[in-house]
């Protein structure tokens, strides 16, 4: 079967929330990972609203790291949970949102990470989440995909680590320029999506929505892969 993934920074829902819902609905993601999701005021209803207004449901609890996962009707979750990463001192507290789902008998284990503008902490923080994706998925026998803002190039050791261990989906199967950052005026890939290497990447790229909303919805833009699952 092929299933949809998302990577999206929200920027804390600090620009157009209507044309950011916008742009998650023109995403048609079955599954959507969140980086700066609202963390304090209202904070449960602000993410649960966001969600809805693009036809998915919050899967993930806690607000840990402002990461979630989103997901769509087609997609039944399994597992959901929250884990907050080492704490690095004068640091924000980093966290990994996880939710095992399954559509029509495919099993994946979907995380959401965002990692720090803090070199060391950036490798540890990634090396730490794909330990922690290996254990949510094992019982499950789900196949690992991970998405978010790596705060990185792929040239540099952190993305360089997550490519090592799971395939950079826009590398193997590229849709457009890739740019993610600024949504502006994108010059630079920091943020993707991480497959295990038994799903079929089919596509991976940016998304077929209107150019004043993706400028007007975050400071980043949204990532979605196409992969290939199951039998």
């Not at 090396?127 to 026998?141: I, Y």
């Not at 497959?195 to 004043?212: L, M, N, P, T």
């Amino acid at each position: 079967m092929t299933i949809r993934v998302g990577t999206y920074n929200v920027h804390g829902l600090r620009d157009s929330v209507p044309a950011l819902s916008r742009v998650i609905a023109a995403m048609r993601a079955d599954v959507l990972c969140v980086q700066e999701a609202p963390r304090f005021y209202r904070w449960r209803a602000r993410r649960r609203s966001l969600a809805a207004a693009a036809g998915l449901c919050l899967a993930t609890p806690g607000r840990l790291g402002g990461v979630a996962v989103l997901v769509g009707r087609r997609v039944r979750v399994l597992r959901a949970e929250s884990h907050a990463l080492r704490a690095f001192l004068g640091l924000e507290l980093r966290g990994l949102a996880v939710a095992v789902v399954e559509a029509e008998g495919a099993r994946l284990a979907v995380g959401s990470l965002h990692l720090d503008l803090n070199d060391p902490a950036r490798v540890h923080h990634a090396a730490e989440a794909v330990t922690l994706m290996e254990r949510a998925a094992a019982p499950f026998g789900a196949s690992i995909v991970l998405g978010g803002d790596v705060n990185e190039q792929p040239h540099q050791p952190a993305w360089r680590y997550l490519a090592g261990r799971l395939a950079d989906c826009y590398a193997v199967a590229p849709k457009g320029d890739g740019l993610t950052f600024p949504a502006a005026e994108p010059a630079v890939r920091i943020d993707g999506v991480f497959a295990a290497r038994e799903a079929r990447v089919v596509s991976c790229g940016g998304v077929d929505a209107g150019i004043a909303d993706l400028a007007g919805a975050s400071d980043h833009l949204p990532v979605v892969a196409e992969l290939r699952v199951g039998h």
